[in-house]
């Protein structure tokens, strides 16, 4: 059984349209993550969830829109895509203030 | 989050064990010491981690200094799958915290 995934694992897609990645995790935690690994492998946080409650939300493009239906799951929305949002997106999940365990990431690619 | 360095590669042969350092020098006393790994872009893949007290368990070891300046990652029989990018962070164990990681040391285990 997978403890986080993330549909789908890859994104191709053209300049201006509108994805949305899904994140969901069976391990009954209670806080959600997003993190972006760009071109130069630096990983970075994006928005963090506790309770459906956004908690985290670092220097992000408001064409980023996370949000979470259910404990369960986190869903991140992008609009307008660009260029520069390619990027390997992973999820990840946590019990409050515990080790976070990570997705296998979703692979978009903007053309 | 107290920063932390790396070296950036390091090679071992396949069977020996392989100690990774990290240095820590501005770490608060509520934080810990977590490592993580990454397999050739899989999702950040969680190791060990520790406050003070040296940690083990069936991945690796953790040697923590007695004044928490600096740890040791030990993967006591290095093998061929242990090639990935090593991430040693420091973290508080408080409520939401974001993981933030650094260009870790990139590990590559000879044959």
């Known amino acids: 059984d997978t403890a986080v995934s993330q549909t789908p694992k890859y994104l191709v897609t053209q300049m201006g349209n509108d994805k949305s990645i899904k994140c969901e995790q069976n391990?009954?935690?209670?806080?959600m993550y997003w993190y972006k690994q760009d071109s130069k492998k630096f990983l970075k946080i994006m928005f963090s969830?506790?309770?459906?409650?956004?908690?985290i939300n670092e220097t992000v493009p408001n064409r980023f829109s996370p949000k979470s239906p259910d404990k369960a799951h986190l869903n991140l929305h992008i609009n307008s895509l660009e260029l520069g949002d390619s990027a390997v997106y992973f999820c990840?999940?946590?019990?409050?203030?515990?080790?976070?365990?990570f997705g296998p990431g979703t692979r978009l690619l903007v053309l | 989050d107290a920063k932390t360095t790396q070296p950036p590669s390091m090679d071992c042969a396949e069977g020996r064990a392989a100690n990774l350092p990290c240095n820590h020098s501005?770490?608060?006393?509520?934080?810990?010491v977590y490592w993580y790994r990454q397999i050739h872009s899989q999702g950040p893949q969680y190791i060990i981690h520790?406050?003070?007290n040296n940690e083990t368990n069936e991945m690796a070891s953790l040697i923590i200094t007695e004044d928490r300046k600096s740890s040791t990652l030990i993967l006591p029989h290095a093998t061929l799958r242990d090639t990935a990018v090593y991430y040693c962070?420091?973290?508080?164990?408080?409520?939401?915290?974001?993981?933030?990681f650094g260009t870790g040391t990139r590990l590559t285990i000879i044959p």
């Open positions: 990840a999940s946590s019990q409050a203030g515990q080790t976070q365990y």
């Open positions: 391990l009954g935690h209670d806080t």
């Open positions: 969830y506790n309770n459906k409650e956004l908690i």
């Open positions: 501005t770490i608060s006393g509520n934080e810990y």
């Open positions: 520790g406050l003070k």
């Open positions: 962070i420091v973290r508080v164990a408080l409520g939401n915290e974001k993981l933030t």
